[in-house]
C-alpha cells in the first residue's frame, strides 16, 4: 500500500531554515508527480509546491517562490522541500502528497513552527 512519511520540522526562528524529508513506498515512485502541501493552525491545507517525474519540472505557491526549492531523489524514493528565510506565516503542519489512481494519498505530516 502506498506509505509517505514526512520528516524534519521542528521549531526555527525567524529567518532561519529548515529541510524535510518524504519516503515513499507502495508505488514507482518514479512515475508520479509530488507534492507538499501545509495546514495552518485554524486553516485549509494549502498547495506549496510539486515537481514532475524527473524533478526538471516543478512549480510553487507564490508565497513560498524564491524561498523553497522542492526537489526529489527517484533512486531513494525520496522528495524534499528546502525552506530558507522562514517567516512565522510559515507555521503549519507539512504533508507529502501522491495521487495515484485516482486516490490522494497523503503522509502523517510534520510540523513546521516558525518563531523567536
Known amino acids: 500500500q502506498v506509505q509517505l512519511v514526512e520528516s524534519g520540522g521542528g521549531l526555527v526562528e525567524p529567518g532561519g531554515s529548515l529541510n524535510l524529508s518524504c519516503v515513499a513506498s507502495?508505488?514507482?515512485?518514479?512515475?508520479?508527480?509530488m507534492s507538499w502541501h501545509r495546514q495552518p493552525p485554524g486553516k485549509e491545507r494549502e498547495m506549496v509546491a510539486h515537481i514532475g517525474w524527473t524533478g526538471r519540472v516543478t512549480n510553487y505557491a507564490d508565497s513560498v517562490k524564491g524561498r523553497f526549492t522542492i526537489s526529489r531523489d527517484n533512486s531513494k524514493n525520496t522528495v524534499y522541500l528546502q525552506m530558507s528565510s522562514l517567516r512565522p506565516e510559515d507555521t503549519a503542519a507539512y504533508y507529502c502528497e501522491v495521487t495515484k489512481g485516482g486516490t490522494t494519498y497523503w503522509g502523517q505530516g510534520t510540523q513546521v513552527t516558525v518563531s523567536s
Open positions: 507502495g508505488f514507482i515512485f518514479r512515475e508520479y508527480v
